[in-house]
C-alpha cells in the first residue's frame, strides 16, 4: 500500500516570498490533515479536510496560508507572504473516516520550509 | 481534547523494556489514549490506542490504570531503531469528523547499546 506522498521534501526561499506544498494521501482516505511542527515541538494541526470539504481550520493564520482539496483526493498548502516564523516541517496525514475510523493518521514524511 | 504530562527524556538499554509513562488526571469517560512515535527526520507512526482495557500489538502494549488517570507504553525489547520521541494523546473519537490530534511536547527515548 502506497503511503502518504509529500513534495517537495526541502525548500528554502526568502521572507516575503511565497511557497505550496503538495499532498496525495493514502487511496480511500477521506479525511487529510495539514501539520506545522516548529523544530522540538509536537505537531500542531492547521486544517482538517473531509473529503473536499473543511472540517477544522481554527488554527490556520488565514491572513497567509490557505489549503485547498479539490476533488476530495490531492491537497496543497500555501504560504503567501511567508515570515521567518514559518519555518517548519509541513507534514500531511490522511485517515478513514467514520466506521474504519481507529484513529490512526498515516503521514507523509513532511516537507521542511527553511524562511531566510 | 484533554492534556497529557510526559518525561521530556527517557533511557533504554537495548534488549530491555522500555516503560513510557503519561498522565492524563483530566480525561473524560469518551476520550481514548493514543500513543504514536516519531523517529528523526519522519513524520508521526501510530503505535496503539485504547479506551479501558489494556491493549497489546506487534509494536507495544498500553497498560492503562483502572481509574484511566495515566497510563504507560511498554515496548518490550527495546532495539536502537525505537529512539524516537514519543507522544501520548487523548481524543476523543469524532465519528463525523475524522481523528484530530492534539499533539504534546513527547517523550524522547533514546535505545542505547
Known amino acids: 500500500e502506497a503511503g502518504v506522498a509529500q513534495s517537495p521534501r526541502y525548500k528554502i526561499i526568502e521572507k516575503r516570498q511565497s511557497v505550496a506544498f503538495w499532498c496525495n494521501p493514502i487511496?480511500?482516505?477521506?479525511?487529510l490533515y495539514w501539520y506545522q511542527q516548529i523544530l522540538g515541538q509536537g505537531p500542531k494541526l492547521l486544517i482538517q479536510?473531509?473529503?473536499?470539504?473543511?472540517?477544522?481550520d481554527s488554527q490556520l493564520p488565514k491572513d497567509r496560508f490557505s489549503a485547498e482539496r479539490l476533488k476530495g483526493v490531492d491537497s496543497t498548502l500555501k504560504i503567501q507572504p511567508a515570515k521567518l516564523e514559518d519555518s517548519a516541517v509541513y507534514l500531511c496525514?490522511?485517515?478513514?473516516?467514520?466506521?474504519?475510523?481507529?484513529?490512526?493518521?498515516?503521514f507523509g514524511e513532511g516537507s521542511r520550509l527553511t524562511v531566510l | 481534547d484533554a492534556k497529557t504530562t510526559q518525561p521530556t527524556s527517557m533511557d533504554c538499554a537495548e534488549g530491555r523494556a522500555a516503560n513510557l509513562p503519561c498522565n492524563h488526571s483530566?480525561?473524560?469517560?469518551?476520550?481514548?489514549v493514543y500513543w504514536y512515535r516519531q523517529i528523526h527526520s519522519q513524520g508521526p507512526q501510530y503505535i496503539i490506542h485504547?479506551?479501558?482495557n489494556n491493549e497489546t500489538n506487534e509494536m507495544a502494549s498500553l497498560i492503562i490504570t483502572e481509574d484511566r488517570k495515566s497510563s504507560t507504553l511498554i515496548l518490550p525489547h527495546a532495539t536502537l531503531r525505537d529512539t524516537a520521541v514519543y507522544y501520548c494523546?487523548?481524543?476523543?473519537?469524532?465519528?463525523?469528523?475524522?481523528?484530530?490530534?492534539?499533539f504534546g511536547e513527547g517523550t524522547q527515548l533514546t535505545v542505547n547499546p
Open positions: 479536510f473531509q473529503n473536499n470539504g473543511v472540517v477544522d
Open positions: 487511496s480511500g482516505h477521506a479525511t
Open positions: 485504547g479506551l479501558k
Open positions: 483530566t480525561i473524560s469517560g469518551n476520550e481514548y
Open positions: 496525514a490522511s485517515s478513514l473516516l467514520r466506521g474504519e475510523n481507529t484513529g490512526e493518521l498515516f
Open positions: 494523546i487523548v481524543r476523543v473519537a469524532i465519528e463525523t469528523s475524522g481523528s484530530r490530534l492534539t
